[in-house]
């Protein structure tokens, strides 16, 4: 018997239902069921609940929601090489690849070893200490996200000024509203809607994209998966960093951010069905015409 662990978003009453479906199915099995503690609570069930981190590692985590349960998820277990099965009760869903009809027999197919482990890199984040650029230099806490790192201006109305370092060396100072790195599963994110380039998600690769630059350079760069990028605020104005819409804190002139790959992937659950970029039509609605 496995031992599942249910994430859901406990603010939507259609995730809630799907939870409960699923945690009666699962014991009828005969499978060890954990939840959080708030999802536990909201289906009247508290006995599942289970704080963070997570004290033991389970078999499968399934996440009901829609992205920001998924990244929440990952958050949560990817360090621990626990695969995700997604559940969509969001609106776009992307990264979620299952219905709740599907949710008990697809839940069965994956303890069962019939689905396919996708694996996609992530991204680290952490501060490092003002006026240090040696590559490897040690940092404070560290940040791990699915989608992006963005260091973004605090005050409206302005710029902020950000030096970005490549592997050690100057590459170009920013003037912008601030800057995303993105994962190739990002791409369709944040970095998408400032004019980033799509990439497919299972390729390796750090996309940094400026937001509404003001400067001739306004690309998106594309780097390969082992690059470690520094960002440093030289204005005088502080800029906000944030790792899959988590605050990592408030940045002041002289500090950096240092964005490199993750030391683990995100491990996806999938059926292995359409390609990417058949996904990618169907979710943002392209026509043939």
Partial sequence: MSDVLIIAHAERAEALTASKQLVVWLEGEGHGVAMGGVEAAAIGRPELGVDEPIPTVPDLAVSIGGDGTMLRSF?????????VL???????????????????????????GSLDVSERMMVSAR???????????????TWTGLNEVVLEKRDPGHTVRLEVWLDGDVFATYAADGLIVSTPTGSTAYSLS?????????HSSLQVTPVAPHMLFDRSLLLPPDTEIGIRVISERPALAAVDGRSAGLLTTGDE???TRAPYDARFVTAG??????????KFGLKDR
């Fill in 75 to 83: 958050d949560l277990v990817a360090a621990a090489g626990v695969p």
């Fill in 127 to 141: 501060v490092r200490d003002r006026g240090a650029h040696d590559v490897g230099a040690q940092d404070a806490e």
């Fill in 86 to 112: 997604g559940v969509n009760v969001g609106h776009l869903g992307y990264l979620t690849e299952f219905e709740p009809a599907q949710l008990t027999d697809m839940v069965a197919a994956a303890l069962g």
């Fill in 273 to 282: 069905g359409d390609s990417f970029h058949r996904v990618l039509k169907h």
């Fill in 194 to 202: 400032a004019g980033g380039a799509v990439v497919a998600p299972t």
């Fill in 257 to 259: 951010l240092v964005v």
